[in-house]
């Protein structure tokens, strides 16, 4: 385990997975991340590489050949080298292996860059085409924020602020697949109230959001999180059945539609980048 610390707040990262495992504010006292209790999702926040949620019968067909990745990919459940740059940063490195290239046919380098800024902990993600060829990958994130992580509080005193949405329009999960069905959310004043049946039907996909900050809040204390994140197109909200967590999850892919033809070169969302390019994005999480 790895400790990254600085005025503010403290936070703990595993070499498996390059995983986020605490996230702390001195000022609050208060944990943010959820503890990863297996009785709901023993994840605290995982890397979704090179692939995000399901696959139509959990593979993909590339060049003539099919291959079998299980959802989310495999980045989660590999160990990645690291380097602890400084008191508040760290590096995590992950490339292909034996293994990878037994089921995803690339040579990567994907790289995740954690640092605290102040009252922030800034996650970048980096992938680096270390081919010969064209690589095809999506990545995404899957922060889970304890709900409720303050004293006298419940689920339902929680809610998620929008920056710029006053409406949300998500893509229904039909066995883990995005079906053609679409449905409204008004928000009042921005604001999604958080409800466990909101997640009974698995997670809410959304194609075109358009804010850029998602405030974790609550109706009973002043304490709470600013979740920012850009160039992200697509994002998930979820939460296991019932459980006192909320994930909240810019993705750059998406799960393959019911009708995918399962060819990797025309997935949506595929990102593709050429032989020896860079290409990045971040999230940050601000407690408050």
């Known amino acids: 385990m790895i400790t990254l610390e600085n005025d503010y707040i403290k936070v703990s990262l595993a070499a498996k997975g390059a995983e986020l495992q605490g996230l702390f504010s001195k000022e609050t006292k208060l944990e943010y991340l959820w503890n990863a209790n297996p009785k709901y999702w023993a994840k605290h926040s995982p890397v979704l590489f090179p692939i995000v949620g399901s696959l139509k019968n959990n593979s993909f067909t590339y060049q003539g050949k099919s291959y079998e990745l299980p959802r989310h990919g495999f980045a ?29 046919p690339f040579y990567f380098e994907l790289k995740l860059r954690y640092q605290l800024i102040d009252r922030k902990l800034n996650l970048t993600y980096e992938v680096i085409n270390t081919g010969t060829a064209e690589l095809l990958f999506s990545i995404g994130a899957h922060p889970a924020f304890a709900v409720p992580n303050t004293p006298n509080t419940v689920y339902e005193d929680y809610y998620l602020a929008f920056n710029t949405d006053e409406k949300l329009t998500f893509w229904k999960l039909e066995d883990g697949l995005v079906a053609d069905e679409t449905e409204l959310i008004e928000l009042g004043g921005h604001r999604l109230n958080l409800k466990h049946d909101l997640f009974y039907n698995d997670a809410l996909v959304f194609k075109t959001l358009q804010s850029n900050c998602i405030s974790l809040l609550n109706n009973k204390n002043d304490y709470g999180l600013h979740f920012h994140f850009e160039e992200f197109p697509f994002f998930g909200i979820w939460a296991a059945t019932d459980a006192p967590f909320i994930c909240l999850e810019p993705w ?37």
């Open 76 to 104: 989660r459940d590999h160990v990645f080298n690291f380097e602890k740059i400084s008191e508040t940063e760290a590096v995590f490195t992950l490339t292909q292996n034996e293994d990878t290239l037994k089921v995803y």
């Open 252 to 288: 750059c892919g998406v799960a393959d539609g019911v009708n995918h033809d399962q060819e990797l070169t025309r997935k949506e969302g595929i990102v593709k980048l050429g032989v020896g390019e860079n290409w990045s994005r971040f999230w940050e999480a601000e407690c408050f």
